[in-house]
């Protein structure tokens, strides 16, 4: 019985570990045929449409809300101290750097990288992709690069719209509790303008927010198109496709988070790791 438990054990053991490899493989070719021939523009601009104006609503929707309710509970705290003069900087700041990036990512992976396993996963069930390599095209060229270099484009504008769709949202619940807007603008910009870098023309509180949602962007393509292409037999594995990669690159998101935090703080200090 001991035996066989470890038998199990190391098949599983065997089967993460060429998961983790094919998952790294099918990112390495999808990011090389983006410097390439042929390159499919019209499908680029097509799932740049699908995965970036298609989440429009949602990240305006979720920043504005989540800049409100920041700024309602910080200024209850801030007040408590004397503080509330910094309630536009811990609001921009705590958008740009972690709210913004990570909230996007994960209203994209369960909008647009759901929709990419479901897409990629019924072509495979139904063999459209045996059809495409019968004529001489590469799949992953042709629907995998398309979508990543989509979402490596789209998730950081779409965050950049939920920065300020937050900040909006934290200086409307500001300003009904008597705090003027200027105090509040003024308060966010001096956060950001400290401790700039490249010539100090680019606040390094930005740093995150740019880095964050290409990293993100990949994750959720390379994640949805991963699993859809493993996708076999019928509609359920379609389904189970769709599930795996939701959860899956959620939880790579906040590790994500975590690591490239580690790494932002060590490159340009504190400020730029939140």
Not at 89 to 102: A, K
Not at 202 to 231: E, M, Q, R, W
């Amino acid at each position: 019985m001991a035996d066989g438990i470890v038998a199990r054990v190391d098949e599983r053991m065997r089967e993460a570990a060429l998961g983790v490899y094919e998952y790294f493989a099918l990112a390495w070719r999808a990011l090389r045929f983006s410097f390439s021939r042929p390159f499919y523009w019209r499908d680029l601009l097509v799932q740049m449409d699908r995965l970036g104006a298609g989440s429009i609503p949602i990240v305006l929707i979720t920043g504005v809300f989540s800049g409100a309710v920041l700024a309602l509970q910080s200024s209850i705290e801030l007040s408590a101290y004397g503080a509330t003069s910094f309630l536009g900087s811990l609001v921009g700041d705590s958008m740009v750097q972690e709210i913004g990036p990570v909230l996007t990512g994960l209203g994209i992976a369960g909008r647009a990288g759901s929709g990419i396993a479901a897409e990629i996963g019924s072509m495979r069930i139904t063999e459209q992709i045996d059809a495409l390599q019968t004529f001489g095209t590469d799949p992953i060229r042709k629907l995998v690069t398309p979508r990543l270099l989509a979402c490596l484009i789209m998730v950081p504008a779409a965050t950049i719209i939920m920065d300020v769709i937050g900040i909006v949202g934290g200086l409307m619940i500001a300003t009904s509790s008597g705090m003027p807007a200027d105090q509040f603008l003024r308060s966010m910009w001096s956060t950001f303008a400290y401790g700039g870098f490249l010539f100090g023309y680019f606040p390094k509180d930005f740093v995150p927010g740019i880095v964050k949602p290409i990293a993100f962007g990949g994750v959720i393509a390379i994640t949805g198109s991963y699993y859809g292409l493993a996708a076999a037999g019928g509609a359920e594995s379609v389904g189970a496709a769709t599930t795996r990669t939701v959860v899956v690159a959620s939880v790579l998101i906040f590790a994500l988070d975590y690591f490239l935090a580690q790494l932002l703080m060590v490159l340009f200090g504190p400020q730029a790791a939140m």
